[in-house]
């Protein structure tokens, strides 16, 4: 079968850069289309990323608390067992909610979300390899929302049984007895996480001196200092030589200042990072540049490639591969399209590393800002210190600020602690207007709170702790 149908705009991929684009164009009055590869909408993140790993973070908290941490509230338990497969089930059902969800959504906004491969034959033209025919888009414009997949490591090819990618991390039918992961990134700790609360050892493979490489300096080491109190192995300055996977184990050859060291697991994930998944979509034929040694697609300011009427976003286009990245700019790219101008402020993108304790962070790193020679002034207040956190029995964990030595205006905030995750985005917001440490030491905040730490750092970076 051979369609043609015409669009103001056909997105290709329905990850968070896609769908949000989708929307926000059909509401702006735009015949727009959606194409991806899977029959539930919401890419990586929505998939096989964000929400499964988080649901799974979540439910092995449980099993962590119920076995090392209610006895101290007097709450004693016995008999604690693992349904792996119930687990796994329940993950599978937030994943449908919400994918159903964005489907809903698109459905509502009159966008046309079509499943299939799709290829750019022309600059105004995309055409959707489905299986039984192919569909041809014609469009005003197009938006390249395709998002990333893992980087592979020579030696180490997946498998999907005994050396996996993060997706196949996610689907175990059962506990790995010991679990090697080469990365200590976001992707790898949090997973690492999930599997040694569920009883695996777990071991890390880091090439680089630190973990979570692109964190402040004092957060990575405490939280290196925490993880490793709670049971998960580190061994950075350590690359894989070779890999040799058998029927029930993985024999790993490594090298560490110039020896070779052996370790033998049943599983081995690769976390080593992903790359821009631009492989096989016709950008030449369109005329569309990707960068030649990161696989990135160049693009403007307004989001548009060299090709005037194709845009690009999310894990297309240099950044921090995250999900709220993504969104911001395919909103942005849509606006351009309508002559409207809108700006992603890149200095404050929050991230957030979903181990316990969480990490939370914004701005600049202590690193960044000696390395730009800015003057410049930090200060920390430890959750020792802090009434909730003492409450919960929390108390692993610190709020950091870096502030201009001159203007006083906030630079960066790091946290590593309860619930930084939520207590980023009052950072953040602080950031985007330009505050002072001296505002943020003025800020009342509710007592007791885990949020009063970055009040309390403010007020220790203003010397008044």
Same mark, same amino acid.
């Given at each position: ?52 790993? *988080? ?21 004693? $338990?016995?008999?604690? @067992? ?15 909610? $919400? ?13 046309? &979300? ?18 039984? /025919? ?20 020579? /030696? ?32 790898? $700790? ?6 040694? @609360? ?8 880091? =090439? ?14 405490? &939280? *290196?200092?925490?993880?490793? @109190? ?88 240099? /950044? ?88 006083? @205006? ?44 970055? =009040? ?10």
């Amino acid at each position: 079968m051979t369609d043609e149908t015409t669009y103001d705009l056909v997105i290709v991929g329905a990850g968070p850069a896609g769908y949000t684009a989708a929307v926000k164009a059909a509401q702006s009055g735009m015949k727009t289309a959606c194409i991806d590869r899977s029959p539930r909408p919401g890419g990586v993140c929505l998939n096989v990323g964000c929400i499964p790993s *988080k649901t799974l973070l979540d439910s092995s908290a449980l099993v962590d608390a119920a076995r090392n941490k209610m006895a101290d509230h007097g709450i004693e $338990l016995a008999d604690i @067992r693992v349904n792996l497969s119930k687990m796994m089930a329940r993950k599978e059902t937030v994943i449908n909610q $919400l994918t159903g969800q964005v489907k809903k959504l698109l459905d509502t906004n009159h966008v046309t &979300l079509i499943q299939g491969n799709a290829s750019l034959s022309a600059p105004d033209q995309v055409d959707v390899i489905q299986e039984d /025919g192919i569909l041809h888009l014609k469009t005003r414009f197009i938006l390249l929302a395709g998002g990333s997949h893992p980087v592979t490591i020579p /030696g180490l090819n997946f498998d999907g049984n005994r050396i996996v990618d993060s997706t196949g991390a996610l689907q175990f039918d059962e506990v790995p007895r010991h679990l090697a992961i080469v990365g200590g990134g976001y992707i790898g $700790l949090e997973l690492g996480l999930v599997w040694k @609360r569920l009883g695996s050892r777990v071991t890390v493979i880091e =090439m680089l001196p630190q973990i979570a490489g692109s964190l402040d300096g004092q957060i990575s080491r405490t &939280l *290196k200092r925490s993880l490793t @109190r709670q049971g998960i192995e580190f061994m950075l300055k350590t690359r894989v030589v070779q890999a040799s996977a058998e029927d029930d184990h993985v024999t790993l050859t490594l090298e560490s200042g110039g020896k070779a060291e052996t370790v033998i697991c049943d599983r081995v994930l690769v976390a080593a990072g992903r790359k821009p998944a631009t492989a096989n979509l016709g950008l030449e034929t369109a005329g569309v540049k990707t960068d030649s040694k990161t696989g990135f697609i160049q693009v403007n300011a307004s989001y548009q490639t060299r090709v005037p009427n194709i845009y690009a976003a999310g894990d297309m286009i240099p /950044g921090p591969m995250l999900a709220h990245k993504a969104s911001a700019e395919g909103i942005a790219a849509v606006d351009a399209m309508n002559g409207i101008e809108s700006d992603v402020n890149y200095d404050t993108i929050p991230s957030v590393i979903y181990t316990w304790p969480e990490v939370g962070s914004v701005g600049l790193t202590e690193e960044q800002v000696k390395a730009r020679n800015i003057p410049y002034r930090s200060a920390a207040f430890p959750y020792t210190g802090n009434g909730r956190a003492l409450c919960l029995g929390e108390t692993d964990g610190l709020v950091k600020l870096i502030a201009h030595a001159r203007t006083d @205006r906030i630079l960066g905030i790091h946290i590593i602690g309860p619930h930084a995750s939520e207590i980023i985005g009052e950072c953040t917001m602080a950031m985007e207007f330009g505050a002072s440490a001296e505002d943020m030491a003025r800020v009342i905040h509710s007592h007791p709170t885990f949020s009063e730490a970055v =009040m309390d750092a403010a007020r220790a970076m203003t010397g008044r702790s």
